[in-house]
């Protein structure tokens, strides 16, 4: 018998298996960390893209925007860099904000902060706040050509130059993180951020609209109106990077925001795509601990990919804390429609944003059994249809499986067939 210690919030849970029973899905990451040099590099030579040095010049204002605290993006050592290099081309440190992109999560806390940028540049550099239901920050764009209404934070013109700082991970209906994620959902308003999440969604066949999902770009409607939104507001300058199984930046995708964030999606999915050849009736997932499984809401896309490796009807183990929650105080609600059909017919007539991800994970609950180790109350994993483990981990591991440990991270991939659940 092998063991693996599953990642679970801060600490892991051990895992003994039968390697001849069970495949594990994971790559050990072939990416060293990066040096300050190496960064440096990277950002020296940027894609479609002038160096920095050319587009900031002395005197301009400059604002950095930076992901929130649900995800590991090596944040702190690029925008320590990025800091360094603006104050050098003649910048200076009043005149340079950072806003962090939290979309409709909830604020970043003071110590999350100094987590995400360092104490050093917490004291040094000023932050600002996002909320997306603050009209009164927001500026109008008008509407896009399939609708959408438009209006993002009025920071993104009320500096000279804006700079992104995004993570490339993969997302279940807009492809990819990172890159046009920054501004919207981002920056944006909470009525912009409903109505780009409400394309993920084919009301006349109740269910995904075709050409959405994991790893998908072109003819994704979701990437493709996030795209034309960004152009609207163009940074001049992003910075995407990759990180490995240790939380640090081990690739830097800098440059032009489209250009650089394909490239870096390209590069992320070659490496964090794993060939299956059958699916099987048990997956063991991690979401890969904090902060992957900081709420349900983000835990559930280790789920998502649990679901391409599984059979129907099969049974899915997923591990993930929540050590805050569901991630909505709302988000039960949902969980009263009588199936998943009924729920999108019910999104259809008023849609919210998390309304999409209780489809998501009431569709799973349908089609496979899904046992939930975590913090939240009985109660609440009942009311969404999820049991809990009734037995040991090891006990469950009768039967062929795959253990995937970081389950965001990596794709299942069945002789590259769409994606799309």
Request: proline share 5%; glycine share 8%.
């Amino acid at each position: 018998m092998n063991t693996i210690h599953l990642k679970y919030g801060r600490g892991s849970i051990p895992f003994e298996y039968d390697p001849d029973r069970f495949q594990v899905l994971s790559k050990k990451s072939r990416l060293a960390a990066l040096t300050d040099a190496q960064i440096g590099a990277a950002l020296d030579a940027p894609i479609g893209s002038p160096p920095l040095s050319e587009i900031v010049q002395a005197g301009d204002s400059v604002l950095l925007v930076v992901s929130d605290a649900t995800r590991e993006t090596g944040s702190a050592q690029i925008v320590n860099l990025l800091v360094r290099r603006l104050i050098e081309n003649g910048v200076m440190p009043g005149d340079i904000k950072i806003i962090f992109a939290t979309g409709t999560h909830r604020e970043v806390t003071p110590a999350e902060q100094r987590e995400l940028l360092t104490p050093f540049i917490v004291q040094r550099i000023g932050t600002l706040v996002h909320n997306a239901f603050d009209d009164a920050a927001m500026i109008d764009l008008g509407e896009s050509i399939d609708g959408v209404p438009i209006r993002v934070n009025r920071a993104l013109r009320d500096f000279d130059r804006v700079i992104t700082v995004g993570v490339i991970g993969f997302h279940y209906f807009a492809g990819f993180s990172g890159g046009r994620k920054s501004i919207c959902p981002g920056l944006a308003a909470a009525d912009t951020i409903k109505a780009t999440h409400r394309l993920a969604l084919d009301f006349d066949k109740l269910g995904r609209r075709e050409g959405v999902g994991t790893a998908l770009l072109e003819g994704n409607a979701v990437n493709e109106a996030l795209e034309r939104i960004t152009a609207l507001v163009p940074p001049a300058f992003a910075v995407n990077s990759i990180i490995n199984d240790d939380g640090k930046v081990a690739a830097v995708y800098a440059g032009d925001w489209r250009l650089a964030h394909r490239q870096a999606c390209a590069d992320y999915l070659a490496e964090h795509s794993i060939q299956i050849h059958e699916k099987r009736d048990l997956v063991v997932v991690s979401s890969g601990g904090w902060p992957y499984d900081i709420n349900l809401i983000q835990a559930h896309k280790a789920l998502e990919m649990a679901s391409y490796a599984c059979n129907e009807g099969g049974t899915i183990i997923w591990l993930a804390e929540c050590r805050e929650g569901l991630g909505r105080p709302d988000f039960l609600k949902w969980f009263e429609a009588k199936d998943s059909h009924a729920l999108v017919e019910r999104l259809r007539d008023d849609y919210e944003i998390n309304g999409q991800t209780a489809w998501s994970l009431m569709q799973k609950t349908e089609r496979f059994r899904i046992l939930l180790k975590s913090q939240l109350p009985t109660d609440d994993q009942t009311r969404m249809r999820i049991d809990s483990p009734a037995v040991a981990l090891a006990e469950l591991s009768v039967i062929p499986g795959f253990l995937i440990p970081h389950g965001a991270q990596f794709l299942p991939d069945l002789a590259r067939i769409s994606h799309a659940a």
